[in-house]
């Protein structure tokens, strides 16, 4: 897909003396590309360079995370990318200054259609935005879409923190072209976790049956090992019996196996262990780096349930790291004060008034009536 969509710089006349073209970014074209997500590998230097000065910084949508999923998940096979280039035209010279993922639809009686992607796995669904270049690369991302939809924008982007920098430059750019912006609440929910009365006395409980330890290993193979104590820990309780244990899913298995390898190159995904001497009793994992990380899985022993020990784990890391706050998947903070979850944004702009846009528009809706997606099992 084609598309120049942006020029920064607008008031800035004349280029600049001495500075090779592909340096010059205020005044650099912007250009959209939609490729499917499993042909990205080759721009996964770029793509991991993007994430690491994004607006918001999210694993989710780092090259660790994506690539394998979609390799091995079936729910990401008509995942696409939106990747918005800056700069010169040789290949060489461009930069890579956003990244949005993308659904397409491929309807029999039209053309194929691109909606915002949403799965449950991605907790955080922001897109990675040049912090330096975020006005440019949002403007461009708002008229690619706009383009693509005929002259209107309709573009839901899930798993958005309301209060994060992005959706506050998003909504102030979108306003200011003319697009409304709304939002749909997420519901999510914290967990009912052990007082810290009763995880005392859980605590002296358990340690008078043998010595506790937290352990969060940093070396490579000592972390794969720790990923498979985690899946044989929810593999042999409640998810187990129910048909819903990760190693009961070949595919989700490979995916969760190689993201956490990836992801932990790079120091973005870590493993906490609760031992009761040298067995394990709970297991988490969690996804980011910095001020907070995303709590993507964690089990415990069902026999010990009495004693909370996953509470107890929980309680451990965030000891151990207080300036981190471990957010669920609906956004809500697992510990401290209450705040609003994650929102799916909503972008819409122009009204079709010509038969041919109410008619384009009238075959968008009788495919998507004909043509539904099916839910979205364990394994994809």
Sequence with gaps: MGGIMALAGVGHSGPSIGIPAATRRPQAVVRGEVRPLSACGDIARQWSDLAARALEPNPCLAPGFLLPAAQHLIAFRDAALLLLWQAAPEPEG????????????????????????SDRRLLNGTPLIDKDQAAVALSGLLR????????RLD?????????????????RIAVGQGVAVDWLERTGVRPDLAGPSHLSIAQEALAARGKL??????????????????????ASGAYARSGRATLQDTREAAFLRSMSRHLGRQKLC???????DEQP????????RGACCWLYLAVEDETLAAFAPLSLLLT??????????ILLPSGLPLFGAQRDGFGNMRLTSGTPRSPAELAARMGRRIAQS???????????
Aim: glycine share 10%; proline share 6%.
């Design 281 to 288: 009793i709970a297991a988490a994992l969690t996804l980011g």
């Design 144 to 151: 690619q879409q706009r383009e693509a939809g005929t002259g």
């Design 213 to 234: 330890s937290l352990r969060e290993p940093r070396a490579l193979s000592a972390r794969r090992d720790a990923v498979e104590i985690l899946l044989a820990l929810e």
């Design 270 to 276: 870590r493993v906490a262990l609760l031992m009761l």
């Design 94 to 117: 461009r930069r890579l200054i956003g990244l949005v993922p993308l659904r397409q639809r491929r309807r029999i009686f039209g053309a194929t259609t691109l909606e915002g992607f």
């Design 316 to 325: 451990l890391m965030r000891g151990a790291a207080p300036a981190r706050q």
């Design 155 to 171: 573009l839901t982007l899930s798993a958005i923190d309301p209060a994060g920098s992005f959706a506050a430059t998003l909504a």
């Design 370 to 380: 004909l043509f539904r997606p099916r839910p979205a099992t364990r394994g994809g």
